[in-house]
């Protein structure tokens, strides 16, 4: 990408207790990928209308608009009003908490009090499918955990190649490994997050080396960011750049 200079920092993982959820700005998604639906478990086939594939076919918007919501412009009223309207969503079964963290729609990007929204799929109803996330009632993030089968390839005809991506390594019991892939053109970024032990040697390692990526991986996690989450993961030094899709 012009005019970016792609960090090449190797993450080293040293014997030690246990890896917990690396919390950051670029790393916020995996605690939603880890605690609500395992993303290493195997989904059932679901009809279209269960589940949501609107960020590939751009309907009824394409990012960064999503179901006709707008990051840092739409109202909570606007997104409850939205998601009743979904089929692949429960509603009915959303829960909502406070927490605190960065607010990239605001001109200084401050930690600030947020107000969150988990929505349950409608199929399986035991899954998170998509969670926001509002300061003073207004959108600024959104969150969407896949309930279907979705490799990066599938991902290619829709995005192409991302800008850069990164590598984080986590898990509840050792260095498993987070991908994300960037797209702030469009506001996006796509991950593919595992718990398998191995999984970071094996999928995460090769990156830092410049070995192409496993087309093969799964979707886990799509996120709609404003433009200044991306200008801090740029600035973080953790951008790498993109080695490309193996065969």
């Known amino acids: 990408m012009a005019g970016l200079k792609l960090m090449r920092t190797r993450v080293t993982i040293v014997n030690g207790p246990p890896m917990r959820a690396i919390v950051s700005a670029v790393t916020f998604g995996l605690l939603l990928a880890s605690c609500y639906g395992h993303p290493d478990e195997r989904l059932p086939a679901l009809s279209e209308e269960l589940t949501d594939r609107s960020f590939l076919s751009a309907e009824p918007c394409a990012p960064p608009c999503w179901h006709g919501l707008q990051i840092c412009s739409a109202t909570r009223a606007e997104v409850a009003r939205t998601t009743s309207l979904l089929s692949f969503l429960d509603p009915s079964g959303a829960k909502t908490r406070d927490s605190y963290r960065r607010d990239f729609c605001a001109d200084s990007g401050v930690i600030a009090p947020l107000a969150e929204m988990e929505v349950p799929c409608a199929r399986p109803g035991d899954r998170t499918c998509a969670w926001f996330v509002f300061h003073d009632d207004v959108l600024v993030g959104i969150h969407l955990l896949l309930n279907y089968e979705l490799s990066i390839r599938d991902t ?36 593919h997050d595992t ?8 999928q995460c390692e090769p990156v830092q080396d410049g070995l192409p990526v496993d087309p093969a991986l799964r979707v886990t996690l799509v996120e709609f960011w404003p433009q200044a989450f991306f200008d801090q993961v740029r600035e973080s030094g953790e951008a790498l750049a993109w080695p490309g899709l193996g065969e």
């Not at 718990?195 to 094996?202: D, E, F, G």
């Open 156 to 191: 290619q005809p829709a995005f192409g190649d991302p800008d850069y991506v990164t590598i984080s390594p986590w898990g509840p019991e050792c260095p498993a490994c987070k991908l994300t892939m960037f797209y702030p053109s469009i506001g996006l970024a796509v991950s």
């Open 195 to 202: 718990s398998v032990c191995s999984a970071w040697s094996q």
